[in-house]
Structures are given as structure tokens and as C-alpha cells.
């Protein structure tokens, strides 16, 4: 058992929706302007959240739910929180995925309802859905929000359409509609205007923000109680130091959880000090980031091609930033690059290599472009010396210098080509062997060995086979039950969808 | 009792009280003087009427803006003068005093200590006199007047910017500040104070649709005077009737929002009069707003302006009105509903306690917009960027704090 189990693996959620939702609460901690997220989620009107990969969108959206009914009873609003992480849908088109996604929202609220002693009729055409909702509206005397996470897939476009139609079609004075997006999300289909459907909300994950290093303090204090528990070398107290682990993961939620688990692996029997923090940072550059781009590709589709730019793009950032004296850890980069290159950033900022802090900002060599926070862990690495000195932690915790400028002619980033599309190609982690799956850094709560074997010899050999595979079949195998069918469904969600 | 002791502490014979009585329930002023001298503490009467000064601003709307700044300017200077000779200087610029001068004549009793601590012109006047009434907190209730009454002002100043005297306009866009700083104060006591679901449902939407038209209405006035003085003249005309329906009042569709899209807004053959001058249509879009946004977001420094500055900067300037439209429709279309009582089921249960989320979204909202007009060079009466901003990170703080 490795020191991480030790210290807290019951509480290694990587994703909210994995999370058990009476143990949610426990877990999840949100800030002042998450607040204000959420209540716009549970207000009337159609909004779409959009934020990186694992900036808490999910978590914010189930945070709204419990403040609903049927969590919270006396409610005046009935909320209804639905993943979409389901393999069908991914794979459907027009009026099947129309069936598909009709058919998920009647089960979801069908179980929403189980202890109301209302019924809900399952829907497999959207007229009928939208009639229902209305119904069941009027018949609680409550307004309903649903709340759509993982509606979109950086490798699927094709699919978005057809749900945001259903989406604009049943958004109504008593059904609000809300559903998340990552930035780069652009094809909402030809009867969805994204301005005139939704309103947007960002989700804003800013190491600027006050109070930003006292809610990474409470994160770990929930999540990693032992961790927090541990000696910490001075000049750093907890919260500089987790908000710090925070910043360098640019905010996601999901990279701070794995840091924290770095930190816990690294800390057994020592303090935490900046040599530790350095360490961690750099190990997750190694053993966790770099490999991230590997593992996105086989999620991207006719996609993949984009990781290679994605790869320059990102080692000519760092380079550049990481030689300057003093080092920078935001990039301002014009427009015309960005928008050149738009699946490249996307990806990046998907893998959590970029975070953009703001969309139009003027350079100084002329013209505007966009500023990006660097990844702190992947800088590490550039930075001479490759240690993370009082002298660098100072700097990266005080004030903002001036981002590094690439501009559209003479940067390293001018040069990089935008490849072909890989057109009518297929999701490539689907016909991956499901020993893919296997518990290691990137799936830590992946697949025992055992379970693997269980799996094959019942003739699930891919991730394909175990995504399409029905519960009542999986249960009916050896030493399978309710809670290794959720484990399973947990980490297929994780290498399709995360 | 009054009249006397606003004669002992510096106002003059009764006329400059007399005036706030007017201006106020007098019987409840009359027991609230008592009561702070029953307590026997002459300073009280001090708070007192800076709490009045507050009031005032933010309560009435019958009667003319510039003799309600000289009260301000009244009560702040003169309630010191003669309890409190250690109390530091309270600064009152040329603008308000010239304005004491003129409206009020001889009535007024001008206290000119402060003339030499002035540091000349301010746009930023009203708040600034209002500033001095910050450090005054001697009761929970006095402090939470105070903030009150500057979150009311900081909102109705950003969006009808610095008005130089004189001018109609300066009359018509105090005339909506003070409309504006009244709706502000009523939102902000739903928030505040417990209430129940069917006077939220009837108040709440009413409320944010006014803060809505009256700001985009004064942020119009700002943009295209024509506008504005039109519809002045008009009302002041003696065949101006109440009871049939203006045509030349502003219109939500055609002023604020344009009536349909305009796909190729330069194209040559097209005239002036086919061409939207809706405050978040087309052409106000491409000549005024993407601009706007663009130097706001140069000019505002890196960790200024708050969560609210931090979304803004993540909007593309071409993206900032299709935002703000559709942000400012969806609430406006909310609270209509209320408005003309469209519903036959209960109100209630649709208004659900989220109507307060759609009052501070729409706050969010004309901050936003509103800020972004400052940061023009091609509107009039912008307050600078500081003063803006700081406007700005006021009115969020109180927001955010409820």
C-alpha cells in the first residue's frame, strides 16, 4: 500500500460527480464569486458555465442542485443534475441522439422523483419531454432547473448541436436550462445563438482573487486532513503554501487534488517545506502533465493531429518565459496566432498547461492578444536551476510582472504549422485495450489487475466494449458488484471525458 | 424644539432644519431629535444629521437635485462646526458650493471653514461630502445608512457620470441619478430585509426593470442628447397629456435594444434614418462599445475592479454587447412578466426567492455596461477611470457582501 493510501485515498475524488452526494458537502469548498455561480445556476434563464477542464464546473453545478429540491425539500425550485458522460450519445446523431438524450433526462428525473410520490413518463422525442417537464412543473408548483454537465467533448463537436437545440427547445419561463462548456466550444449547430440563447457565465479560478489561498487551504484540509496536519517549515504556513500549489496548477481543481497527492507521497516523514513543494511541482511536470498530452490524445478524434502543435506551442511558451530574467509566468500572444491556432490553446488549456486570464490585452510590439498563466509545475522546469528557491516563491506569490510577448512575426510560436483534420475518424481511446485502464498515476482509482482478467474473460477487452457494457451484465460477473460497476463507470468517464 | 436646536448647532434660525423637515416626515424627525438629546449627548445630534444628509440624497425625488446637493452640503459642513472643533476639515468643492450659493440665497448659512482645505474641482463632489459621513458609526443601524447611501450614490454617479452645471442635460441626468439612487435603495432593502414571497414577487421585478430603463436611459442621454431633450421638451409642452400614450418616449425595442439585427451596417446606399441609434444596437456596437471596452481594459490597472473587472477581461471586445444584450433582455423579459401581471398562476411560485439573483445580476450588469462608458472618450460627462472604478469596487463590495 503506498503512502497515499495510507494517508487519505478515500478522498482522492477526482471528479464531483464521482463523489457520493451525502459526502459532497465534506468535500467541496467554494469561494465568494463561486457563490455567485451558483446562484446563478439555480436562477431563472438559460446559462451555459464555461471553464477549462477541472476548474469545478461540475462541482458548482451539483453545489446548485443540493440547494434544491428534492435535496433540500422546502425548496422552491426542483433541480435536476444530469452527466451526459454516456458513451451512446457520444456516438449518435439527429433523432437518435434525440431518443438517447430524452430517454437519460426522463431516468434522471425519474429518480429525482422516487421520494415525492410524483411519476414521470419517459420521453423519447423532445416534444414529449418538453411537455413533461412542463406537466411535472406545474403538478410540484415548482420552477425546474436542469443542470447538463459534460454535454461537450473536446474531441465531438458534431453532437453539440444537436443538444443545444433540445436545449434551446426546452428552456422556458418555468424550465431553466443550464449546461457546461470549456472555452473553445464553437459549434453550438445553426439554430442556437449563443449570445441570444444563454447568457455565459465564467468560471473564474484566479490566484489574484481575494481569499483564493484560504479556500486551497480548506480544499486540503477537507480532502487531505493528514497532509494538513503536517509540519510546515517556516516562512510558509498553510495557506501560502496551498494556495501556492493552487496558482501552480492554475487553479484546477482536479491538478491540485493530484498535487496534493504528489505532496502527500513526498511528505511521509517530512515537513513541508520549499524544497518539498519544488520537488512536487516538478514531479507533476514529469509524471503527470507531459503524459496528460499523451493521454488526451486518443479522447481528441479527428483531433489528434492538434496535439503536436499543441506540444510546440507549449515548450516554446516556457522556454521563452522561463529564460527571461525575471522568470514570467503569464504570455501575452496575439490575436492572430490564437486564433490560427485555436484547437492547439484549446487543447492546451484543457491539459492545464495555459489558463487565459484575458481575451484582448494591447502589446507593447503593437496589436493585442490574449494573456495566459503558465502552468507553474511545467515553468519549474525552465527555470535555471530547475529549483524553486524563496527568492522564485516570493516572486510567483507577489505581483504580477509583465507577460513575455509573442508576436505574430518573429517568435518561436510564428512558425508552427496548423495540420489537417483526421476527418471521419473515430475516438481512438475506444478501441484501446481496457488494460489501459489499469490503476497508475493518471487512473488512480484505474482497475486492479483482477479486474482486469474478470473483464476479459467475459469478452470485455477494450475501453469501447466496457463503456457500452450494461450494468445488470457487469453485475453478473465474479466478485462484481454495485460499487466496482461504479468504479468502472468512473474511470471509463475519466479516459473518455477527462 | 427643532428649529432651536438646529439654531444651536449651526444651521441658522430654523430655516436650513425646517427645510430638512420639510423634506422628510417631520413628526419622525421631530421624535428622533428628541430622543437623541433625552440622551443627553450633544454629538448624537451631530450623527443625527448626517444620517438626515444621507437620507435626504436617497429618499426624494420632488424636488430639485441642486438644493438637495446644497443640503448635503449644508448638513456635512454645518452640523461639525460647533460640536466637534477637533474634527478634521470636511473638504466641499467650488461646484456644490456655488450651487448652496445660488439656490438657497441668503437662506442658506454657509459654514466657509472647509474653503480652504478645497482641493478644487472634483466630479466626485457628492461622494467626497459623503465620504466624511464613513468614519461616523456609532450605532450598527448609522453605519449601514452610511454604506447605504454611498452604494446608492457610487451607482447613480457611474452611470450618469459627472453632468457639468448648467446644462439641461446636467438636469435630466441628476433628475435619473436621483430616480436611480431611489430605485438602488429599495433593492437593496429587499435584500436586506426579511420579506415575504408575494411582496418580493410584486416588488422585486418592478425594480429591476426600472433600474434597468432609467440607467440605460441616462447612459443614452450621455451618448445621443437628442434623445433626451426631446422627450424634456415634449413633457414640458402645455398639450403634453398623461393619458394617452407618448410616441416619442423611449422604447426599450428602438432605443435600447434595436429592433433586428443589421447584417451589413455600411452599406452605401443605406440612409441615416435607416440606421439604429439604439443605445446596444448595431452601430453602437462597432463606433462606441468595442472601443470603449478596449480601453477600459487598457486603462483599468492589472488587480483593480474585482471578480466583476476579472469576467470582463475573459469577454473579447466584439463579444462584450452580444453579452450585455442578451444578459440585459433575459432579466429585462424576467421582471416584464411581473410588470403587466402576465401570469394566471401565482406570481409567487415563479418569482421564487431568485428574483434577488436577477436584482444583482442586473446591478452587475449596468455597473458593467456603465463602467465601459467612462472609459470613452466619446461620451459625455465620464468620470474619470479612478473615480469610476472606484465607484465600480464599491457598489460590488456591498453587492457581494449580500
Not at chain 1, 474 to 493: C, H, S, W
Request: charge should be negative.
Amino acid at each position: 500500500m503506498s503512502s497515499t493510501e495510507n494517508i487519505d485515498s478515500a478522498n482522492l475524488i477526482l471528479a464531483a460527480e464521482e463523489c457520493d452526494p451525502q459526502e459532497f458537502a465534506k468535500f467541496h469548498r467554494f469561494s465568494a464569486n463561486d457563490a455567485r455561480v451558483i446562484n446563478k445556476l439555480i436562477a431563472h434563464g438559460p446559462v451555459l458555465l464555461q471553464g477549462g477542464r477541472g476548474c469545478g464546473k461540475s462541482a458548482l453545478m451539483i453545489a446548485a442542485s443540493q440547494q434544491l429540491a428534492p435535496f433540500l425539500p422546502s425548496a422552491s425550485v426542483f433541480g435536476v443534475y444530469l452527466s451526459l458522460r454516456h458513451m451512446p450519445l457520444l456516438r449518435s446523431f439527429g433523432k437518435e441522439y434525440e431518443a438517447i438524450f430524452c430517454g437519460l433526462v426522463s431516468q434522471q428525473i425519474q429518480l429525482s422523483l422516487r421520494d415525492t410520490g410524483q411519476t414521470f413518463e419517459s420521453a423519447d422525442n423532445i416534444a414529449s419531454l418538453q411537455y413533461g417537464i412542463a406537466s411535472l412543473s406545474r403538478n410540484l408548483g415548482k420552477r425546474i432547473v436542469l443542470l447538463f454537465d459534460d454535454a461537450a467533448h473536446i474531441g465531438r463537436e458534431a453532437s453539440l448541436e444537436e443538444f443545444f437545440d433540445i436545449f434551446r427547445t426546452i428552456s422556458s419561463s418555468t424550465v431553466s436550462c443550464k449546461a457546461t462548456i470549456y472555452p473553445g466550444v464553437t459549434n453550438f449547430g445553426k439554430r442556437f445563438d449563443v449570445y441570444n440563447d444563454a447568457s455565459v457565465v465564467d468560471v473564474v479560478r484566479d490566484e489574484e482573487q481575494p481569499g483564493f489561498d484560504a479556500l486551497f487551504a480548506e480544499i486540503l484540509t477537507a480532502r487531505f486532513p493528514n497532509l494538513a496536519n503536517r509540519e510546515i517549515a517556516a516562512p510558509l504556513k498553510l495557506d501560502r503554501a496551498a494556495g501556492f500549489v493552487g496558482q501552480s496548477v492554475l487553479g484546477n481543481m482536479r491538478g491540485f487534488v493530484f498535487a496534493c497527492n504528489e505532496l502527500a507521497d513526498r511528505t511521509a516523514d517530512r515537513s513541508i517545506g520549499l524544497t518539498i513543494l519544488g520537488e512536487t511541482l516538478l514531479g507533476l511536470a514529469m509524471n503527470y502533465y507531459w503524459p496528460l498530452l499523451e493521454e488526451v490524445s486518443p479522447k481528441l478524434g479527428k483531433y489528434v493531429p492538434m496535439v503536436e502543435p499543441a506540444r510546440q506551442i507549449a515548450e516554446a511558451v516556457l522556454q521563452e518565459c522561463g529564460s527571461k530574467t525575471p522568470v514570467r509566468r503569464h504570455a501575452l500572444i496575439h490575436r492572430e496566432i490564437v486564433t490560427r491556432l485555436p484547437k492547439p490553446f484549446e487543447i492546451l488549456e484543457y491539459a492545464g498547461f495555459l489558463s487565459k486570464r484575458e481575451s484582448s490585452r494591447a502589446l507593447k510590439s503593437g496589436g493585442r492578444g490574449s494573456r495566459f498563466a503558465v502552468n507553474l509545475c511545467l515553468l519549474l522546469e525552465h527555470v535555471p536551476g530547475t529549483r524553486l528557491t524563496s527568492e522564485l516563491f516570493d516572486r510567483w506569490k507577489g505581483e504580477r510582472e509583465e507577460p513575455v510577448e509573442f508576436h505574430v512575426r518573429g517568435s518561436q510560436l510564428a512558425g508552427i504549422a496548423n495540420p489537417e483534420l483526421l476527418e471521419k475518424s473515430d475516438l481512438e481511446i475506444l478501441n484501446d485495450s481496457i488494460e489501459k485502464l489499469k490503476k497508475s498515476r493518471a487512473y488512480p482509482y484505474g482497475l486492479t489487475d483482477h479486474m482486469i482478467e474478470t473483464l476479459k474473460s467475459a469478452g470485455i477487452n477494450t475501453v469501447g466494449d466496457l463503456s457500452r457494457a450494461r450494468d445488470e451484465d457487469l453485475d453478473r460477473l465474479d466478485y462484481v458488484g454495485e460499487a466496482t460497476i461504479r468504479r468502472m463507470r468512473n474511470v471509463v468517464g475519466q479516459a473518455v471525458w477527462m | 424644539m427643532a428649529g432651536n436646536l438646529a439654531a444651536e448647532y449651526g444651521l441658522g434660525e430654523g430655516g436650513s432644519f425646517e427645510h430638512i423637515c420639510s423634506l422628510m416626515d417631520r413628526d419622525k424627525v421631530e421624535r428622533e431629535v428628541e430622543d437623541v438629546f433625552a440622551k443627553g449627548e450633544p454629538q448624537e445630534f451631530h450623527f443625527f444629521l448626517a444620517r438626515c444628509a444621507c437620507r435626504i440624497f436617497v429618499a426624494t425625488t420632488n424636488y430639485d437635485t441642486l438644493i438637495e446637493r446644497a443640503m448635503v452640503e449644508i448638513l456635512t459642513c454645518g452640523f461639525a462646526e460647533p460640536v466637534c472643533d477637533d474634527e478634521p476639515t470636511r473638504i466641499i468643492h467650488a461646484e456644490p458650493r456655488q450651487c448652496l450659493a445660488e439656490q438657497l440665497g441668503s437662506e442658506g448659512k454657509i459654514k466657509d471653514k472647509s474653503a480652504a482645505a478645497s482641493g478644487g474641482q472634483d466630479p466626485r463632489t457628492l461622494t467626497t461630502a459623503h465620504s466624511s459621513c464613513d468614519t461616523i458609526e456609532f450605532t450598527q443601524r448609522t453605519a449601514k445608512e452610511v454604506a447605504l447611501a454611498t452604494q446608492t450614490i457610487d451607482l447613480a454617479q457611474l452611470v450618469c457620470g459627472a453632468p457639468e452645471p448648467g446644462s439641461t442635460l446636467t438636469e435630466i441626468l441628476d433628475h435619473l441619478a436621483v430616480t436611480l439612487a431611489s430605485i438602488c435603495k429599495e433593492m437593496k432593502s429587499l435584500q436586506n430585509e426579511p420579506i415575504d414571497a408575494q411582496r418580493l414577487a410584486l416588488v422585486g421585478p418592478f425594480l429591476g426593470r426600472s433600474l434597468l430603463e432609467v440607467s440605460f436611459t441616462a447612459l443614452l442621454g450621455r451618448l445621443d442628447p437628442f434623445r433626451v431633450l426631446v422627450i424634456r421638451e415634449m413633457q414640458m409642452r402645455p398639450d403634453f397629456s398623461h393619458e394617452k400614450r407618448n410616441l416619442a418616449s423611449i422604447q426599450w425595442t428602438g432605443d435600447i435594444h434595436s429592433e433586428k439585427k443589421v447584417e451589413d451596417l455600411w452599406r452605401q446606399d443605406r440612409s441615416v434614418k435607416d440606421m439604429t441609434r439604439a443605445l446596444l444596437g448595431d452601430y453602437y456596437e462597432h463606433l462606441f462599445w468595442r472601443r470603449a471596452f478596449q480601453s477600459l481594459v487598457d486603462l483599468v490597472p492589472d488587480a483593480r475592479g474585482g471578480d466583476w473587472m476579472r469576467t470582463l477581461r475573459l469577454i473579447n471586445p466584439d463579444s462584450f454587447i452580444p453579452r450585455m444584450k442578451q444578459q440585459s433582455a433575459s432579466i429585462y423579459s424576467t421582471c416584464s412578466k411581473a410588470v403587466h401581471h402576465e401570469f394566471v398562476v401565482p406570481a409567487a411560485s415563479y418569482y421564487d426567492s431568485q428574483i434577488k439573483e436577477q436584482l444583482r445580476s442586473a446591478i452587475e450588469l449596468v455597473s458593467s455596461v456603465a463602467l465601459t462608458a467612462n472609459a470613452s472618450k466619446d461620451i459625455l460627462f465620464a468620470l474619470p477611470i479612478e473615480s469610476a472604478l472606484t465607484c465600480f469596487e464599491r457598489i460590488q463590495d456591498e453587492h457581494v457582501i449580500n
